[in-house]
C-alpha cells in the first residue's frame, strides 16, 4: 500500500496526490479477501463482508493519513497491528474467527463486526 505513496506529499500535486492515495487505500482494502482466499478460505465470508470492508477502509485511510504525516512506514503499522490486537483480544475479533476453525459461517455464529464492537 505505502509503496504507491510519496514519503513526501509535498512532491506531488495535491490531485495526484489524491489519486494516488485512493488507490493504495483500494489495494488495502482489496488485500483482505485476497488474503481470506489465500490463507484462510473459511474467513472468506468475514473478510468480505461489507461491514468488514468498511472498518478496513477507515483503517485504511487513517494508516494513509499517519503515513503521509510521519513519512515513516513504521507508524501506519504499528497503527494497524494496535487495531487488529485490540479488535481480536477485547473487542470479540478472536470468538468472531473462531467460528471459521468450527467451519461456521460469521452469519450463523455471530454477530456482524460492527455489532460485537458495540457489545458492553
Do not use: C, N
Not at 510519496?6 to 488485500?31: G, N, Q
Not at 488474503?35 to 470492508?53: D, I, K, Q, V, Y
Amino acid at each position: 500500500m505505502f509503496l504507491l505513496l510519496p514519503r513526501d506529499a509535498t512532491r506531488v500535486t495535491k490531485p495526484r496526490l489524491a489519486l494516488i492515495s485512493t488507490m493504495s487505500l483500494f489495494a488495502f482494502v482489496a488485500a483482505h479477501p485476497l488474503s481470506a482466499w489465500l490463507f484462510r478460505r473459511a474467513a472468506w465470508g468475514l473478510f468480505t463482508s461489507p461491514e468488514f470492508l468498511v472498518i478496513a477502509a477507515f483503517l485504511g485511510a487513517a494508516s494513509t493519513a499517519v503515513y503521509l504525516i510521519s513519512k515513516s512506514l513504521w507508524t501506519p503499522v504499528l497503527l494497524h497491528w494496535t487495531a487488529v490486537l485490540i479488535w481480536i483480544t477485547l473487542l470479540g475479533g478472536q470468538a468472531l474467527l473462531a467460528g471459521f476453525h468450527h467451519g461456521q459461517p460469521w452469519h450463523q455464529s455471530h454477530q456482524a463486526p460492527t455489532l460485537t464492537v458495540l457489545k458492553p
